[in-house]
């Protein structure tokens, strides 16, 4: 059997690739309806084939620079534990080379992602609004034993006074008109003071399909964006309030804002272990099985605040 990879969709048939992931998920007719459009959205995409037969697929959205999330990578059964599984994934990580890059796997194939070099992570979170899906979820507000930074804050850099009132916060979804120096000044704040491109700051934001900024009196002091298939799965990214702004619920409006834009959607995110108990409060849930492929390997004490130990299993995995 010769196998054969093809990484563009040019070709291959809607319909096909729906059948192959139905029955790779052991799904009814109705799922994967939105595969032409799904697929077409995504960054990359990923086909197996043995001669002309469509055998297995994958894909994965990118914000091109740091962020990606892998999805719908489904391989017929009697192909299965032959290594193809593992060369769809090659495919796209290999393209996704220098990103964080995510799944959410299901509960019985952790092990195989582990093997492929991917870790639990513990800082994952769903926007879940009202209604989830059982065994893809820890409990509503679930911390671990060890969280690397149980409490706030995480930011502190000390070169920005603290206020103590702000005038009327204003939010805006539109692109228009922004300051993208401001942006990049706003995301370096908070995420500790590092200095950013700001070209690649303003593409990032650019070639996200959701924003989200949020003003006080007139100046821009908090931003968010997400990247979408259009139709089915979003990343939230860059959530970000300077520092001087922070406190005043500003974070959690963008973020209500921008998951209710998404309605309908998966919303998926991951966070920075000092910013867990932001999001691990009604509405949002931390995942199980979300896995990280990351760029490089982070030293020891830094990696336990964002990924479980290879081989954590929860007591009811076993
Ligand atoms: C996380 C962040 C966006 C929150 O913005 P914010 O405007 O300060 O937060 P809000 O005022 O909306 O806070 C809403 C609630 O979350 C709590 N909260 C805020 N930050 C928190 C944190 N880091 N840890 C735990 N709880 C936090 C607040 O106390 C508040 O609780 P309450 O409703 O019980 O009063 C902001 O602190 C920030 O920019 N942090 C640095 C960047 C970062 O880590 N971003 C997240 C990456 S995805």
Not at 38 to 65: K, P, T
Not at 101 to 124: I, N
Not at 138 to 160: A, M, Q, S
Request: aromatic residues 12%; hydrophobic residues 35%.
């Amino acid at each position: 059997m010769a196998v054969t990879y093809k990484e563009t969709a040019e070709g291959t048939d809607p319909e096909e690739i729906a059948d192959v992931l139905r029955i790779a998920f052991g799904r009814g007719e109705n799922a994967f309806r939105s595969v032409k459009e799904v697929f077409e959205n995504s960054s990359l995409v990923v086909f197996a084939y043995d001669g002309s037969r469509l055998i297995g697929a994958g894909r994965a959205l990118s914000d091109g620079y740091d962020w990606a999330g892998i999805y719908d990578v489904g391989l017929l059964p009697e192909y299965q534990g032959k290594g193809i599984g593992r060369e769809l994934i090659r495919h796209l990580t290999d393209r996704l080379k220098g990103q964080h890059v995510f799944l959410c796997s299901v509960p019985e194939k952790v092990s195989l992602f582990e093997h492929l070099g991917f870790h639990r992570s513990k800082t994952a979170f769903t926007y879940v609004g009202g209604s989830v899906k059982d065994g893809f979820f820890l409990p509503e507000g679930y911390r671990f034993e060890e969280e690397f930074y149980p409490r706030k804050p995480f930011i502190d850099n000390g070169n920005t006074e603290k206020k103590t009132k702000v005038g009327e916060i204003t939010y805006k979804e539109s692109p228009e008109g922004i300051d993208y120096s401001r942006v990049n000044a706003v995301l370096s704040k908070a995420f500790g003071g590092h200095e950013r491109d700001e070209l690649k700051t303003k593409d990032a934001f650019e070639r996200s399909q959701k924003v989200e900024y949020a003003f006080a009196d007139g100046e821009l002091v908090g931003v968010a964006r997400a990247v979408t298939d259009g139709k089915e799965q979003a990343i939230i990214l860059n959530v970000a309030v300077d520092p001087a702004y922070q406190g005043f619920k500003i974070g959690w409006n963008i973020v209500a804002k921008l998951a209710a834009r998404l309605d309908g959607y998966n919303i998926f995110l991951n966070t920075h272990p000092g910013a867990v108990g932001f999001y691990n409060r009604p509405g949002f849930r931390r995942n199980r099985t979300a896995m990280c492929y990351d760029p490089v390997q982070m030293p020891e004490e830094v990696a336990k605040g964002f990924e479980l130990p290879v081989g954590f299993r929860f007591p009811d995995e076993y």
